[in-house]
T-cell receptor, first 115, second 113 residues
Framework: AQSVTQLGSHVSVSEGALVLLRCNYS??????LFWYVQYPNQGLQLLLKYTSAATLVKGINGFEAEFKKSETSFHLTKPSAHMSDAAEYFCAVSESGNAGNMLTFGGGTRLMVKP | DTEVTQTPKHLVMGMTNKKSLKCEQHMGHRAMYWYKQKAKKPPELMFV???????INESVPSRFSPECPNSSLLNLHLHALQPEDSALYLC????????????FGPGTRLLVL
């Protein structure tokens, strides 16, 4: 079975500082990995995904993530945090199977941005 | 258009009520999903429909009954719920392959009294 671990349930940064949200996965097959963002009282929105093309993936809102197979990691970064980045972030891995595309989510990281 | 719509946005129901949640997508996706999300937790998969057939039921109690009338619509029928069923219910859709993105709706916030 696949699993995802997000280190740090809460991360606090100052506006303009680097954002680093950590995600480690375990998978017995080459993984497909996703980062989603959830703003309060909203659904999940895709930030970016890794599907075995380039290991450095660029997403929306200035976020990017690097797939490192040797470290089984897919950390999310943004060079300069903005107040509007405050939200819950979920890393997910896609499980194989014919019954749709089943996602296994990490526990989530709440990003807080201080003025 | 990558929109998944859900109605209603909010729902309050008693433990003896029957209600339904509705989800709609027009992206031509052939897989649709129901998730339950409690506060400060990740979404938990409840059901998966693939090509309009129920393919995954994650041991969900029978008081939750899903229905997929056609490839664009997904319903979740609720009956005799418990207060612990109060949560955000999210619908999502995708093409049914591992690398495909799931697109989520805004959710229905359910409160069971």
């Amino acid at each position: 079975a696949q699993s995802v671990t997000q280190l740090g349930s809460h991360v606090s940064v100052s506006e303009g500082a680097l954002v680093l949200l950590r995600c480690n996965y375990s998978s017995s097959v080459p993984p497909y990995l996703f980062w989603y963002v959830q703003y309060p009282n909203q659904g999940l929105q895709l930030l970016l995904k890794y599907t075995s093309a380039a290991t450095l993936v660029k997403g929306i809102n200035g976020f990017e993530a690097e797939f490192k197979k040797s470290e089984t990691s897919f950390h999310l970064t943004k060079p300069s945090a903005h107040m509007s980045d405050a939200a819950e972030y979920f890393c997910a891995v896609s499980e194989s199977g014919n019954a749709g595309n089943m996602l296994t989510f990490g526990g989530g990281t709440r990003l807080m941005v201080k003025p | 258009d990558t929109e998944v719509t859900q109605t209603p946005k909010h729902l309050v129901m008693g433990m003896t009520n029957k209600k339904s949640l509705k989800c709609e997508q027009h992206m031509g996706h052939r897989a649709m999903y129901w998730y339950k999300q409690k506060a400060k937790k990740p979404p938990e998969l409840m059901f998966v429909y693939s090509y309009e057939k129920l393919s995954i039921n994650e041991s969900v109690p029978s008081r939750f009954s899903p229905e997929c009338p056609n490839s664009s619509l997904l319903n979740l029928h609720l009956h005799a719920l418990q207060p612990e069923d109060s949560a955000l219910y999210l619908c999502a859709s995708s093409n049914p392959r591992r690398q495909e993105t799931q697109y989520f709706g805004p959710g229905t916030r359910l409160l069971v009294l």
